[in-house]
């Protein structure tokens, strides 16, 4: 069967991006990403919870957001879930989970990203849409192993 890994994330930026340029000439962004929800407990107290999202963009997204992107800004991100791992100074494995975006959109008022949102809102979006075409043109696709002869309103499945 075929797995899915996408993530859809609206929230604030936390910092500006940082930049780091490699010499074969690619570019990465990375930045922290706020997500907020809101709901009444038990005792009908209002309770609101953050969760931070360690955000990396690639290329020309990484680009764009150089270009772009301030903390505070409220975006749109499109992505996968990666866990990478590397050892520190002092020998011991560490592990970070990020969401490399492929895509992402600003959102808010005009007055919010300045100079009028429009026109750079539709570059990332075009931009991304082509550079994400072209990954998975080069990323094998698994096949699936779902057979047509099994009918899904009959099965057992516990939820």
């Known amino acids: 069967m ?3 890994n996408k993530v859809l994330l609206i929230g604030r ?3 500006d991006p940082e930049m780091y ?6 570019m990465k962004a990375s930045f922290s990403l706020a997500t907020s929800e809101a709901y009444n407990n038990r005792d009908g107290q209002r309770v609101e919870t953050t969760e931070w999202h360690n955000v990396v963009m690639w290329r020309k997204q990484a680009e764009l957001a150089e270009k772009y992107l301030r903390k505070g800004k409220l ?3 499109e992505g996968r879930i990666r866990t990478r791992s590397w050892e520190d100074q002092d020998g011991k494995k560490r592990y970070i989970t990020e969401i490399e975006a492929y895509n992402f959109k600003m959102l808010g008022s ?3 990203s300045e100079g009028g949102g429009g026109s750079y809102q539709a ?6 849409a082509n550079d994400f075409a072209a990954l998975q043109d ?5 096949t699936s192993t779902v057979s ?6 009959t099965d057992d499945l516990p939820f």
Do not use: C, Q, W, Y
Request: proline share 6%; net charge negative; charged share 20%.
């Open 75 to 77: 975006i749109f991100v």
């Open 21 to 26: 340029h490699f010499d074969s000439g690619a």
């Open 148 to 153: 047509n002869d099994v009918d899904m309103e």
């Open 2 to 4: 075929s797995s899915l």
């Open 110 to 112: 005009r007055s919010e």
């Open 13 to 15: 930026l936390g910092k």
């Open 123 to 128: 570059t990332a979006t075009t931009t991304t």
């Open 138 to 142: 080069s990323t094998p696709t698994p």
